[in-house]
């Protein structure tokens, strides 16, 4: 993200930054890149599903940092996409990027940086328990931190390249130099060493206008303007310096940049080095150029007035038509953003995981979720478009909106005010659970033993026996596990992983649905629920050497709660599925063969057999041979 190059330039040229000892300030802190840098840098688990607990246990160390030394934090989040879409081609080429080093992570085992689904929320959840401040924007944040640190005179905490571009009165601290696990302490205080950058020390060094950085990252090409598109013909190498090395594009740039005063001076030489041009491209690249430059133009802080006063700031007119009732969940992370890109944009994306090319994508078991929260945002007969992966490529899916018995009785524009019986009652028909079946389970247990009811009627191939069952006592005493088990060492096992893949992906759009209708379910605690390596290592004992018996019969409370959460997944009857194709019935005849015990489990076997036995014949018998040995 931000300026392409320049922060590797800064790495070569570190006298630029200021040495700091940071304390007793705000601090501004670009939530995306926060998460990010914390879960990679820490060397936690990005292949087996997750490490939740871990994570969220971090999250409070960090915050306990910053408080030890008086630092007050002020975490602002990503919101919907750019409404504009400018940023079009940049977000494919991410997401290019991101299914293929998924897929070589899954064939390699590997690290990847691939985030786990999970983590904004963890991150989300774990901050409000700190009683932490966070603000979500209703789009990008860049533009929102920078205005806001101009106005409060603070520093802002990023790893984003832009923020090198803003006039930050108090600077950028580079997440990458801050040492918050090597406090220093000085008498009674303490301090965070970190280093500090200036916009004047950047172009005192490289000796340019101040008002030339904007046009120097436009040309140089962010998010918003492409290099290849503008330097058609141009090479910046030519006026580097003796030994500008990987960096001679940007320091030739510079160099080059040091003969003007104004952004439109440079403009108009640099279409004059692109050769001849129509003028049609000189007017496209022109306002490209421009495009880019303007968007380090702060307009006034729409956050000021929320974290003083908690006034969530008004919609522009680009996002009208959404309810008036949703600004203030937005900002306060109670309600996903994605609801304004498929309310603004018909659009949805996913965050992927690390699965195999042939396989197909996990998001797709959780559809029908998604399909009721579409209908509850856009109504009947509409449209979004899923962006999603096939193989290797990303692809825009469409997706119809659909409804339940019940929601057709709620309106967006007052779904705050419906009554909660029968918010909760459409929540239950789409997941497909009666809620008299939730009676004897734990309140934070309800939302995810629905999800795994919803998945082990939807998951394709079908879940197996010891998946179910690691998943269940992760559910039921997944703490007392913790720390327990020796890390995974074993192969990455790709059919356990896609099968927990499609669970992560049903209870990541169950609760962006339960948020959407004002949590009728308590929402759990992820950072307790689930742990991706946990589940991993528990299958894998199951399967080489352990039952579940020894590892529960130590803690009574966990042996009832295993066994309450098994008879409500018994209870609930087979829903209707669509027909497969013929080409799929071979995957789900290899999963049933190894499916024995739960109840649950040995009646879907039985209905997809009988559904399937027609289509078939000579495999069916095979599998009811074999069949009637497990059940």
Not at 45 to 64: M, P, T
Not at 331 to 357: E, G, H
Not at 435 to 455: G, K, M, Q
């Amino acid at each position: 993200m931000g300026v392409q190059g320049l922060t590797t330039l800064l790495e070569k040229h570190r006298s630029i930054y200021q040495d700091l000892h940071l304390f007793q300030c705000r601090l501004l802190i670009d939530g995306s890149n926060l998460y990010h840098w914390l879960y990679f840098k820490s060397g936690l688990d990005q292949n087996h599903g997750g490490e939740y607990a871990a994570f969220a246990a971090l999250i409070e160390r960090f915050v306990k940092v910053l408080r030890d030394c008086q630092i007050t934090p002020y975490i602002v989040l990503d919101g919907g996409s750019d409404i504009s879409e400018k940023k079009n081609e940049t977000v494919k080429n991410r997401a290019m990027g991101h299914i293929k080093r998924a897929n070589q992570a899954a064939q390699g085992g590997q690290r990847e940086d691939i985030l786990p689904t999970l983590v904004k929320l963890v991150l989300r959840q774990t901050l409000r328990r700190l009683d932490v401040q966070v603000a979500q924007c209703y789009g990008e944040t860049d533009l929102e931190i920078a205005a806001l640190a101009r106005e409060w005179q603070c520093p802002v905490l990023s790893g984003d390249s832009d923020f090198y571009i803003y006039d930050l009165p108090e600077g950028l601290l580079p997440l990458s130099d801050f040492q918050w696990e090597a406090v220093e302490r000085r008498g009674s205080n303490s301090y965070i060493p970190c280093k500090s950058y200036y916009t004047p020390s950047f172009c005192i060094y490289f000796e340019i206008q101040r008002q030339l950085l904007p046009a120097f990252a436009a040309l140089a090409g962010n998010d918003y303007v492409k290099p290849h598109r503008l330097q058609a013909g141009v090479s910046w190498n030519q006026f580097a310096p003796a030994g500008g090395g990987n960096t001679g594009h940007m320091e030739g740039l510079l160099c080059w940049l040091q003969n003007f005063q104004k952004p439109q001076e440079a403009f108009e030489a640099a279409l004059g080095l692109m050769g001849e041009l129509s003028a049609n491209k000189k007017a496209e690249v022109m306002k490209g150029l421009n495009l880019g430059m303007e968007e380090y133009q702060l307009p006034p802080s729409a956050l000021k007035k929320f974290f003083t006063h908690g006034i969530a700031p008004p919609f522009s007119t680009e996002v009208a038509g959404v309810p008036d009732w949703f600004r203030l969940p937005l900002i306060q992370a109670r309600l996903p953003p994605v609801i304004l890109d498929v309310l603004l944009l018909q659009r949805m994306s996913f965050s992927v995981f690390v699965d195999l090319d042939a396989a197909p994508s996990a998001h797709l078991t959780a559809r029908p979720l998604r399909q009721v929260m579409y209908g509850l945002l856009l109504g009947e007969g509409r449209e979004v478009m899923e962006r999603d992966r096939e193989g290797l490529q990303l692809r825009l899916i469409p997706v119809k909106t659909a409804s339940t018995a019940s929601s057709l009785q709620l309106s967006l524009q007052t779904l705050d005010k419906a009554d909660a019986s029968l918010r909760l009652k459409v929540l239950l028909e789409a997941l497909g659970v009666p809620e008299a079946s939730l009676a004897p389970v734990l309140p934070a247990l309800r939302l995810p033993v629905c999800v795994t009811c919803f998945w082990l009627q939807r998951a394709q191939p079908p879940a197996d026996e010891e998946v179910l069952k690691a998943l269940l006592l992760g559910l039921s005493s997944g703490d007392a596990f913790r720390g327990a088990l020796p890390p995974p060492r074993q192969k990455l096992d790709m059919q356990v992983s896609h099968s927990l893949n499609q669970w992560q992906s049903c209870l990541k759009s169950s609760l962006q649905l339960n948020q959407l209708l004002g949590l009728p379910l308590p929402e759990p605690s992820l950072s307790r629920l689930f742990e991706g390596t946990l589940v991993h290592q528990l299958v894998h004992r199951m399967r080489y050497g352990g039952k579940k018996r020894p590892f529960l019969k130590e803690d009574p409370s966990s042996v009832r709660l295993f066994h309450t959460i098994q008879a409500v997944l018994h209870q609930i009857p087979p829903q209707e599925e669509e027909e497969e194709e013929e080409a799929s019935s071979s995957g789900w005849v290899q999963e049933d063969l190894r499916l024995s015990e739960m109840p649950s489990v040995k009646t879907r076997f039985r209905a997809k057999h009988r559904k399937n036995r027609s289509k078939n014949p000579e495999l069916a018998r095979k599998v009811e041979r074999r069949g009637r040995d497990l059940l």
